[in-house]
């Protein structure tokens, strides 16, 4: 039982309830065309210079921003004063900055990209609906804190969601605050969503030309414990666990989650306690074989320099070990890919 005495103890992640009920991301069965375009990778990408990083941001905030002006202003619903005035939706190029330039960051994935605006959309609207039954002039005085509440409202959610963008902070505030935006009501819902996935479907084909958009679709833990084959007894002693290459799916597929493998003796050559060598599976071309040891037994010896309990991870050519109890970021199982290439 939690101690709620302690500040640490005030934690909730949605994803812990979430994440096993999501499917798993299908990308790597796609054709290696459209995979690539959906952010797959079966290696890291080449870097580029920061330079060739602005340009083709320019561009693609550029034809993001317009795109999403341009159909906005050709739908009737999503126009002010009886259709005759079309509504820009601000937070769109904040959006852009991320989604174009800061594609490595956790705010700039799909998930928060989309459900972030979405969700700010629909707390925006209803702060303003609610204010606005105190009448016309007394809303008119008010505004300042409905839109208040509707920012610090729209934030909460996003952070209890695990959505966290923070241009859908401003869609929030404009949706109180700009007269043309308050004037569509509900109508900004639809307008938000059709706008972030314009702007997903521009950023998959402008960020994987030369980068890779995005890391992951839903969330680098893993996803989908519930729809996975339970490993027999036999399994989980005498085979190690093969990991699929880097990908871009609502998890880092091959780097989280408890799925059992054999115990280790690293210190011996990577000797399982069935026997088996985990060095000898054959990597697939063009990635480093990825595999998870347990903490030794007490019947196994660590090597030097390891910690308490003989946690530790081991490079060599074309392969990783990696503690079953560790979980790594995308961009860190890409760095272990890199090195093991180097060796």
């Known amino acids: 039982m939690p101690d709620y005495r302690s500040a640490a103890a005030w934690q909730f992640n949605i994803d812990k309830y979430l994440n096993r009920f999501i499917v798993p991301s299908l990308v790597k069965h796609l054709p290696s065309p459209v995979a690539h375009f959906m952010g ?4 890291p990408p080449h870097k580029i210079g920061n330079l060739i990083v602005i340009a083709w941001a320019f561009i693609g905030v550029f034809c993001g921003v317009s795109v999403v002006n341009v159909v906005n202003a050709h739908i009737p619903a999503f126009r002010a004063d009886g259709g005759t005035t079309s509504i820009t939706i601000g937070s769109f190029g904040a959006a852009a900055v991320l989604e174009f330039y800061a594609i490595e960051v956790p705010l700039a994935q799909p998930r928060n990209a989309v459900f972030g605006q979405v969700l700010s959309s629909l707390v925006g609207v209803a702060v303003a609906r609610l204010f606005s039954l105190a009448g016309p002039v007394r809303f008119h005085t008010l505004r300042w804190l409905a839109g208040s509440i509707a920012c610090a409202a729209a934030t909460a959610v996003m952070a209890l969601t695990g959505t966290v963008h923070p241009p859908a902070g401003a ?13 569509i009501g509900w109508y900004l819902v639809p307008a938000v969503l059709l706008g972030s996935i314009l702007m997903q479907c521009i950023a998959l084909i402008i960020n994987n030309i030369q980068r890779r958009y995005p890391i992951y679709w839903w969330s680098p833990q893993e996803v989908g414990q519930i729809y996975k084959r339970s490993p027999s007894k036999a399994e989980t002693t005498t085979e190690p666990e093969k990991l699929e290459p880097t990908e871009s799916s609502g998890r880092d597929e091959s780097l989280s989650g408890p799925t059992p493998v054999p115990d280790v003796d690293i210190e011996n050559g990577g000797i399982a306690k069935g026997g088996g060598n985990l060095q000898n599976v054959d990597p697939e071309p063009g990635h480093a074989t990825f595999t998870r040891s347990r903490t030794l037994s007490s019947g ?3 090597s030097p320099g390891a910690g308490p309990e003989g946690d530790q991870i081991v490079i060599t050519r074309n392969a990783v070990i990696v503690p079953d109890s560790l979980a790594l970021r995308p961009e860190e199982r890409l760095l272990l890919e890199a090195l093991s290439k180097r060796l």
């Open 300 to 302: 196994l010896s660590a």
């Open 171 to 183: 869609t929030a505030l404009i949706a109180v605050a700009d007269e043309n935006i308050y004037d």
């Open 40 to 43: 797959y990778r079966t290696a």
